[in-house]
């Protein structure tokens, strides 16, 4: 993947309002809420992303728009799994989710797999690694608030692993999942590492420098636009 090969594709999401809801919509609407188990985009599908799609939520409902036409997402590096933990990017970034992960589809994969989806691998998927992996309270952070554990060495390293001397200290003040304080995943352990909790921001709340490429291993670019009626995201990446 970070080798920045294969392919790179742009996928516009459009949230849209209620006012924006034309009777086109509203069957296309009716036909991704009859699919609900499809709702949840699992790596190696191999089902087509049609060019539009839209999912219905509580909010009202959202429509992924592809600038590019529909992808055959058989063989798609974007939905096919990487390394051994059954994951794709998709995993993380759901078209019914804005191309983010929400506590809701969590909690719903949760239900659905009994905890056995890939997206709640150890390492990220979890408050912290050593937590029991089958008791939902470890998921937490995924399943209540959308989040991901984000991990980092401490101090910093540059890509090619060297230090980076920080003009700051880092102290736990505070330490809920008990990760930033743990023996052996914390700041003290002997791989000095902080741990925080992330989400690709679904709407109006994205940052250019939010990007991370430890848990993205992409090349990411993104923009955002903000008509009056719609926000639109074009999610572009290389990988
Ligand atoms: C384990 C879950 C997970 C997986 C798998 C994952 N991502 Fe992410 N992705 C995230 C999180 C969390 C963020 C937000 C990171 C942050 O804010 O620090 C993010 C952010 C991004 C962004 C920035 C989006 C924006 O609008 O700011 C891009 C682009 C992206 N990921 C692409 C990818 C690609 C390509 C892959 C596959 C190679 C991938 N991701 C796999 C969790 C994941």
Known sequence: MSRYRSTVFVMAVLVWTGLLLTPLMRSSRVAAQSQASSRWWSAGDGRTL??????INPDGALGILNTAGPIETKGHPFFEPIGTNGRA????????DAMTVSAASARERWRETAGKDPLFA???GKNC???PQD????????IERGLIRVFLPWPPQKADGTRIDPEFTIEVVRDPTHCNTDPQY????????ISVYRRRPSRDRWSP??????VCAGSPVSSMKTPPLASTYDFSFAV
């Open 50 to 55: 049609p060019a539009t799609l839209d999912y």
């Open 89 to 96: 990017c998709v995993t993380c970034h759901q078209p019914s």
């Open 122 to 124: 150890a390492i990220d």
């Open 129 to 131: 690694p050593n937590l």
């Open 135 to 142: 008791d939902p309270a470890s998921h937490s952070l995924l």
């Open 186 to 193: 914390g700041l003290t352990s002997s791989t000095p590492t």
């Open 209 to 214: 420098s939010s990007y991370m490429s430890s």
